[in-house]
Antibody, heavy 121, light 108 residues
Framework: EVQLLESGGGLVQPGGSLRLSCAAS????????MSWVRQAPGKGLEWVST????????NYADSVKGRFTVSRDNSKNTLYLQMNSLRAEDTAVYYC??????????????WGQGTLVTVSS | EIVLTQSPGTLSLSPGERATLSCRAS???????LAWYQQKPGQAPRLLIY???SRATGIPDRFSGSGSGTDFTLTITRLEPEDFAVFYC??????????FGGGTKVEI
């Protein structure tokens, strides 16, 4: 069974930075696109970003474009999300999610347990 | 942006009853790219249905999806106690490429 384990969440001040990691196992990581999806407390799901299997193509929601950067290290089976210039509205649980194909986030067939990011002074 | 509107917001039912959840898109969505997820409190979402009507691995056959164009439906034929949760629809296409509906809570 696919395993995705996020880490790196925590409390950060507005304007600060944080890097999330997602360690993947039990599947061929370099074959699939990966995404980040977030959920603000008590709210619904919001897609954040997708990266293709090789790392050569990325996509971002307008709400994070220019502030967040998604990357991956296929040699370490790990997905990253570098978050800069954080705002209070970025407060959410961040999930990493596996896509079923190499280059598009048509749906998400496996999810991590999530890591909470809180942006507050 | 393709906006997905789910209804009702909350569905109050009893175990054994049938649940019918609606997901309406602001513009046509390819049936190949419509998915449904279940989320229980404190847990990550779980993929139930992809391609509008295909069940994900391990999903019981009491869950079924249907629809096309702008109207999609998730049906749970006989609710089990473990089915009570929040359900989200999701589409792929356009810009941004992924959007989710606001969710339907199925409660006892």
């Amino acid at each position: 069974e696919v395993q995705l384990l996020e880490s790196g969440g925590g409390l950060v001040q507005p304007g600060g930075s944080l890097r999330l990691s997602c360690a993947a196992s039990r599947f061929t990581f370099n074959t699939y696109a990966m995404s980040w999806v977030r959920q603000a407390p008590g709210k619904g799901l919001e897609w954040v970003s997708t990266i293709n299997n090789s790392g050569g193509s990325t996509n971002y929601a307008d709400s994070v474009k220019g502030r967040f950067t998604v990357s991956r290290d296929n040699s370490k089976n790990t997905l990253y999300l570098q978050m800069n210039s954080l705002r209070a509205e970025d407060t959410a649980v961040y999930y990493c999610a596996k896509c079923p194909y190499s280059s598009s986030s048509v749906w998400f067939d496996a999810w991590g347990q999530g890591t909470l990011v809180t942006v507050s002074s | 942006e393709i906006v997905l509107t789910q209804s009702p917001g909350t569905l109050s039912l009893s175990p054994g009853e049938r649940a019918t959840l609606s997901c309406r898109a602001s513009q046509s969505v390819s049936s190949s790219y419509l998915a449904w997820y279940q989320q229980k409190p404190g847990q990550a979402p779980r993929l139930l249905i992809y391609g509008a009507s295909s069940r994900a691995t391990g999903i019981p056959d009491r869950f079924s999806g249907s629809g096309s164009g702008t109207d999609f439906t998730l049906t749970i034929t006989r609710l089990e106690p473990e089915d009570f949760a929040v359900f989200y629809c999701q589409q792929y296409g356009g810009s941004p490429p992924v959007t989710f509906g606001g969710g339907t809570k199925v409660e006892i």
